[in-house]
């Protein structure tokens, strides 16, 4: 992508702010949770990826991705994953139809991920077939259906959410579809503030919460705000410290500690180290930086990284958390960076 000259990048960044400020403020209306799940969907959005939401039923995760979609004034539409879901309930069908004159002709229509936010709501109560009809929206931005290539309209983004905690009836995403998630968010229970903030609304009428917001951007305005977030500067440090955490996670490198070694079976893949990179862009954006800094890499670095890691037994049985391994890892890699 070109590179902006200094005085459009100047005027891009002051907009940029402006715009990113009114969005937080926008969402806050109908989302009452924390603020850390809504820049770490934000920075996905921004950054060109897929977020995976975990959380317990009830915590906000459909009105979250619909305050997104509806202050950017973006497409949305919502799936709820079931057992007996297939792939051309996601995807679309063709149909046979006849014109007025009487010729008949097969014509394709379009399943709802024809959209700009999906909610793909339980994605692992789905049976396998159902959630790899993703697998090429998610990576190429198109859906072919009997030879055909459909373009999705950009931007497209896939909010999946799952309860980490029950697992009856459902089939786990395998490694190589929860590699094609840009970042893992976890939605914990909200506090006693934010859950009085969350009554006092209820109070105005069961449905206070889920308004449509004023759009403060729209697809273009978000296009925008990914080109700027390509402009976001790397310093080589930086870049090597992404890089010597990706070879930490593995247990057969030198960098790797003693928990990494014990707990996990194969570390990340080059695409965590991507995802890890632009996420930190993103989340510069968001912050008002035009460099990326420690913090970013710090906070963006369990999302992108802990699905991707694939634990042994001990690990899974009575080992730290994936979130806790990424940031063995990641001041493993620090030590190194500063030793």
Not at 148 to 173: D, H, K, W
Request: glycine share 6%; charged share 20%; aromatic share 4%.
């Amino acid at each position: 992508m070109p590179q902006l000259d200094q005085q459009r990048l100047e005027a891009e960044w002051e907009r940029a702010q402006a715009d990113v400020q009114r969005l937080r403020q926008t969402i806050a209306r109908a989302y009452l949770g924390g603020s850390e799940v809504v820049e770490q969907l934000t920075a996905g959005l921004l950054a060109g990826g897929h977020v995976l939401i975990e959380g317990v039923p009830g915590l906000g995760k459909t009105t979250l991705a619909r305050s997104l979609a509806s202050a950017l004034s973006l497409h949305f539409q919502r799936i709820q994953f079931t057992p007996d879901l297939m792939p051309a309930d996601v995807l679309g069908v063709r149909m046979l139809v006849e014109d007025e004159n009487g010729v008949r002709r097969f014509e394709f229509q379009p399943g709802p991920i024809f959209c700009q936010i999906l909610l793909a709501d339980e994605i692992n109560r789905a049976s396998p077939r159902t959630q790899s009809a993703l697998l090429e929206a998610m990576q190429e931005g198109q859906v072919t259906m009997h030879g055909t290539r459909y373009a999705l309209a950009e931007p497209f983004l896939v909010v999946a959410t799952q309860n980490p905690i029950e697992m009856e009836g459902t089939y786990p995403l395998p490694e190589a579809q929860l590699d094609r998630f840009m970042l893992r968010v976890q939605m914990h229970s909200p506090t006693q503030a934010e859950l009085e903030a969350v009554l006092r609304a209820t109070l105005v009428g069961p449905k206070a919460l889920d308004r449509e917001l004023e759009p403060v951007l729209d697809a273009k305005g978000v296009l925008r705000l990914r080109e700027l977030a390509s402009q976001i500067t790397v310093a080589s440090p930086v870049l090597s410290w992404i890089a010597r955490t990706i070879c930490a996670t593995r247990p057969d490198d030198r960098l790797a500690p003693e928990s990494i070694r014990r707990c996990v079976r194969l570390g990340a893949s080059p695409r965590g180290a991507q995802s890890l990179l632009w996420a930190a862009r993103a989340r510069a954006l968001l912050h008002g930086r035009m460099h990326v800094a420690d913090e970013d890499v710090m906070h963006c670095a369990a999302p992108a990284l802990g699905h991707r890691l694939c634990l042994t037994y001990e690990g899974l049985a009575s080992g730290p958390k994936p979130d806790q391994l990424v940031q063995d890892a990641l001041q493993a890699a620090r030590a190194e960076r500063t030793g």
